[in-house]
């Protein structure tokens, strides 16, 4: 085998090495960009701050309500009737 046929050789199996490692490189880097991107998803979409909620007739301004955990089961309701305050009731046009 000659020099020539020699150095052919090798050049050509330390592209084949080269290509791997800078695929292998890509892959690694891909594969890490991914589980950050994944995590950062899950930490935004678990760490998400309580919604506003409002309450209006269409008439009065919104009241702000304040959000629970879990359901009303007590016979109080959570706000206050307004019937008092209204005596007489208009249909608007």
Do not use: C, H, Q
């Not at 050789?9 to 800078?22: E, G, L, P």
């Not at 909620?53 to 089961?73: C, H, I, K, Q, R």
Request: hydrophobic share 45%; no cysteine; glycine share 4%.
């Amino acid at each position: 085998m000659s020099r020539a046929t020699w150095d052919l050789i090798k050049n050509s199996k330390r592209f084949y090495v080269n290509t791997y490692r800078k695929a292998a490189t890509f892959l690694l880097i891909s594969a890490v960009f991914n589980v950050l991107l994944g995590v950062a998803i899950y930490f935004a979409y678990f760490n998400l701050p309580d919604p506003d909620f409002y309450a209006t007739s269409g008439v009065t301004p919104p009241v702000m309500l304040t959000a629970l955990d879990e359901p009303n089961y007590t016979s109080d309701p959570l706000l206050a009737s307004e019937s008092g305050t209204i005596d007489n009731k208009v249909m608007p046009n």
